[in-house]
Every structure is written in C-alpha cells, then in structure tokens.
C-alpha cells in the first residue's frame, strides 16, 4: 500500500510563504488525480487544491491566485507552494487522490499563520 508523507509545515507571519511536499512511498499511478487538503481545528477536512493527470489544477476560491499545486511524476512527489499566506490557511495539510480518496492518509504537516 502506497504511504504519504507531508512536510514542510511551520509558523509563518501573514503573507509570508511555505511550501509543502507530499511523498509517496510507492509509485502513484500516473492516472491519479491527486489533491492537497486541509482541515483546520473544528473544521472538517477541506480540499483546496487539485491537480488532475493530463495537468489541469483546481483551487478553492479561498486560495485562489496564492497557492500553486505541482507534481513530479518520477519522483512520486506532489507539491504546493503557498504564497501571501493568511491567518485562516492555518491548518494540517494533507494530500490524497481525489475526487474520491484512495490512500490512507498521512500524518499531515501543520501550517501556522500569524497575524
């Protein structure tokens, strides 16, 4: 069963930048259309950006022109950048495939936003 694994979370003032990294353990089917989460603390989890196979990107409205998701094939690896980040993008975040999530989850990795 493919693990993933996220990093690159941490505390960050507003409109600062992190970028986060999703590792697979095993090959991702290159087929998979796959997805960065988030669920912030009393929320439900949320997805905010999607990537589909043949390259087409999706975002929430509420990350629209601040987030970027990308994804390296050969190294199994999917990315978010996050850009002018605010105090509401505080979360842990978490990417799966998805419209329909297919893997386990992972532990996540926190982002902290500071006003």
């Known amino acids: 069963q493919v693990q993933l694994v996220e990093s690159g979370g941490g505390l960050v003032q507003a409109g600062g930048s992190l970028r986060l990294s999703c590792a697979a353990s095993g090959s991702i089917n290159s087929n998979y259309d796959m997805g960065w989460y988030r669920q912030a603390p009393g929320k439900q989890r949320e997805l905010v950006a999607s990537s589909t196979s043949g390259g087409s990107t999706n975002y929430a409205d509420s990350v629209k022109g601040r987030f970027t998701i990308s994804r390296d094939s050969a190294n199994n690896t999917v990315y978010l950048q996050m850009n002018s980040l605010k105090p509401e993008d505080t979360a842990v975040y978490y990417c799966?495939?998805?419209?329909?999530?297919?893997?386990?989850w992972g532990q996540g990795t926190q982002v902290t936003v500071s006003s």
């Open positions: 799966n495939t998805q419209p329909w999530v297919l893997l386990d």
